[in-house]
């Protein structure tokens, strides 16, 4: 992967007919994703190359995707949680967090 931007194109036509059939898969779902504005991870990217290589497999992906957004979500959760907690003594009559 160079950049960020894995060349699915050199799958295509030069991969093994699996390798073909996962990066033709993998490049119409980022394409798609375009479409709607939206740009994928770098380590999205990094897991299509894995699948598309045979290193991983799609329910792996598909695994590891959904460990990765469990953990931003507890992240997240965690970090508005000690927001609102942490408040100013002479600011809290007012409601306001620091």
Request: net charge negative; glycine share 6%; aromatic share 8%.
């Amino acid at each position: 992967m160079k950049d960020g931007y894995i060349n699915f194109d050199e799958y295509i036509r030069q991969g093994d007919p699996a390798q073909r059939e996962r990066a033709e898969a993998w490049s119409v779902a980022i394409g798609l994703q375009a479409v709607d504005g939206l740009q994928v991870s770098d380590y999205l990217l990094e897991l299509a190359r894995r699948n598309i290589e045979g290193e991983i497999t799609i329910d792996e992906v598909i695994e590891l995707l959904n460990e990765r957004d469990a953990k931003k979500s507890r992240l997240n959760e965690y970090t508005s949680y000690t927001r609102i907690e942490a408040v100013d003594p002479i600011e809290s009559k007012m409601g306001r967090p620091i």
